[in-house]
């Protein structure tokens, strides 16, 4: 979803079911696509990526889904547990030299 | 191994002051790139370093920041005469090399800064 302001979107699960996570890009140039994790008062951490040229990517537990189309990503996490909880970011990389530009952000709460 | 490191992990500093933080990238990485996270937000890119190249300054908000990298490995990130806009955590990644292919960014926990 969207953000505004200081208002991270926010999903919130049921341990073990599914969670989906979705982002809006802004560059179709964009050649990279990468999710990251960011637990309380810690830095980012790499999930998994996906380059422009694919659709689908699977992880453990995770899966990405890019459509060029309409600019959109998503991250599915299977099973979520307690250890999912965090805000995800999604990145691409829009030139040579892996700068990235980040989403804004989504809330993962997970409810034992 | 070792990661990224971060230092100081908090700073409180009075508006005017100037600050320098710094960064130890992981060893061998030759990028190294500064973001800045203002509170709900999403990582805002600054500067970044790679190898010997001039480094690609296109993120950063005013003159009043500047970053330089010694030897190819640590870099301090200096902020002059802080404003309270300045308040954010500043984040440290470093990567095994920046080009055409893409190789994953390592980022540090991160310095919160506190401009009052």
């Known amino acids: 979803g969207e953000s505004v302001g200081l208002h991270l979107p926010t999903l919130s699960v049921q341990e073990g079911d599914n969670s989906i996570i979705n982002c809006a890009y802004s560059?179709?140039?964009?050649?990279?696509f990468i999710w990251y994790k960011q637990e309380s008062g810690k830095g980012p951490q790499f999930i998994i990526d996906?380059?422009?040229?694919?659709d689908k990517r699977q992880g453990q537990r995770v899966t990405v889904l890019l459509n060029k189309t309409v600019k959109h990503l998503s991250l599915q996490i299977a099973a979520t547990q307690p250890g999912d909880s965090a805000v995800y970011f999604c990145?691409?990389?829009?030139?040579?030299?892996?700068?990235?530009?980040f989403g804004a952000g989504t809330i993962l709460r997970v409810k034992s | 191994g070792a990661g990224v490191s971060q230092s100081p992990s908090n700073k409180v500093t009075e508006k005017g002051k100037d600050v320098e933080l710094r960064c130890d990238p992981i060893s061998g990485h030759t990028a190294l790139y500064w973001y800045r996270q203002s509170l709900g937000q999403g990582l805002e890119f600054l500067i970044y370093f790679q190898g010997n190249s001039a480094p690609d300054k296109s993120g950063l908000p005013s003159d009043r920041f500047s970053a330089e990298r010694t030897g190819g490995s640590v870099s301090t990130l200096t902020i002059q005469r802080t404003q309270q806009e300045d308040s954010a955590v500043y984040l440290c990644?470093?990567?095994?090399?920046?080009?055409?292919?893409?190789?994953?960014?390592?980022f540090g926990p991160g310095t919160r800064l506190t401009v009052t």
């Open positions: 560059n179709s140039a964009s050649d990279y």
């Open positions: 990644a470093s990567s095994p090399f920046a080009g055409t292919v893409y190789y994953e960014q390592y």
């Open positions: 996906i380059r422009s040229n694919m």
């Open positions: 990145a691409e990389r829009e030139s040579w030299g892996n700068k990235l530009v």
